[in-house]
């Protein structure tokens, strides 16, 4: 009987009595069927390459993290088909001479893609391929997105180092602050002899020194909010309140730099948010401050309003039309600044602050303006 009949004849019962059941035999599938479904559907890119890096296969998944059709890749060079990407020209570059000219290298990397405003990190491995009789045939390029652990990883680094401002905060803070209270009230006594005895230039530096010493102050106070978690007082806020009440202070400062503003509060409710008024105006402040300060030259800073139902957040844009962040992965950090007088200290305190009241923040810049979006969790009805 031939194995391959779709049908099997198998014996039961005794030799007296014989019945015959006829059972299908499930279809013969081949090792490469079975490799060739499994590299269809795993979740890692696989592109196959030939000695002249065309590509002959690809799969469903390296199309997806590549964001082209497969039929704009297949019978393509590398080269070809990188060219198409929304690349960085230097990670173009770097992406199109990776898989390199040697077929029998083996090497890894890794590209940063900012697709959109969204930073993706893909890891990159090619190594040869062999045929039956041992030869080189061309090379296997796998491509796996790592974001989320280099996000993971980021984070880790992002808590280490403020876990250790916070222990330097909470050891010196008042060893600090303690001599300062006693320079600054010195300066004021000198201070006031000088300006009785007319001598106005040299009351002049007093102000300079105390105006420093306020400074120092201040940057022992930011300390001390990133030394470590508190226990937030979460209320139901208004947010349309908390702007309307910090709007004077946002608009003089728009004044001195010659911005023009405007708000975009088109919102069907006043939604209510989960949060800390008193927190949420430090944000707001911090967020404004730095877009007017961005446009040394004027423009336009623009705050608008609106509801993520599907998250249950309500979102707060905050966009300037400035020159733009050179590095947008830089800013969360602890004294990373592009301001010449500036702590950075800023933004990782927004950030901490929304996330101990369940919060987000996110930013994207490019040449023609810098947009910083704050999620706020609203309150459940």
């Known amino acids: 009987m031939n194995m391959m009949d779709t049908n099997v004849q198998i014996l039961t ?6 019945s015959y059941h006829a059972l299908p035999l499930f279809p013969v599938t081949t090792s490469e069927q079975i490799a060739s479904r499994l590299i269809a559907e795993i979740h890692v890119g696989i592109i196959l390459l030939d000695q002249c890096q065309t590509i002959v296969e690809i799969n469903q998944a390296a199309c997806d993290l590549l964001g082209i059709p497969r039929s704009s890749a297949l019978d393509r060079s590398w080269e070809e088909v990188v060219a198409l990407l929304d690349l960085a020209a230097a ?3 770097r992406f199109a001479e990776f898989p390199g000219k040697n077929p029998r290298e083996r090497k890894k990397s890794e590209v940063y893609w900012n697709i959109g405003g969204t930073p993706r990190y893909l890891a990159l491995t090619v190594q040869p391929f062999t045929g039956d009789d041992g030869e080189v045939g061309g090379q296997v390029l796998t491509i796996e997105n790592v974001t989320e652990i280099r996000s993971l990883e980021l984070q880790v680094q992002r808590n280490n180092r403020l876990a250790t401002i916070g222990q330097i905060a909470a050891g010196t803070a008042h060893e600090i602050r303690n001599p300062l209270t006693a320079i600054r009230g010195f300066l004021q006594v000198i201070g006031h002899r000088l300006k009785e005895n007319g001598q106005q230039k040299e009351q002049g530096y007093i102000e300079i020194m105390l105006k420093e010493i306020g400074r120092i102050s201040n940057m022992v106070g930011e300390f001390l909010l990133l030394s470590k978690p508190r226990q937030v007082d979460l209320q139901t806020v208004s947010v349309n309140k ?9 608009k003089n400062e728009a004044l001195l730099h010659n911005v023009d ?12 948010v989960m949060a800390n008024g008193e927190q949420l105006k430090q944000v707001f402040l911090n967020l404004c401050k730095n877009a007017i ?4 030259d004027g423009g336009l800073l623009t705050i608008r309003l609106s509801l993520r139902e599907s998250e249950d957040r309500l979102m707060v844009e905050i966009s300037d039309t400035g020159p733009g962040i050179p590095d947008t992965q830089k800013v ?15 933004l990782p305190i927004c950030r901490q602050i929304l996330s101990e009241i369940g919060g987000t923040i996110e930013l994207t810049s490019s040449s023609s303006g810098t947009v910083v979006l704050v999620g706020l969790p609203l309150v459940q009805s």
């Open 91 to 93: 990670e173009r570059e």
């Open 242 to 250: 908390v702007l309307k009440e910090i709007l004077p202070i946002i």
């Open 332 to 346: 969360f950090e602890p004294f990373y600044t592009t301001k010449e007088n500036g702590t950075g200290l800023g």
């Open 293 to 296: 300060e961005a446009m040394e």
């Open 13 to 18: 019962g005794n030799d007296e009595q014989r």
């Open 261 to 272: 503003m405007q708000i975009d509060k088109k919102l069907p409710v006043n939604p209510m």
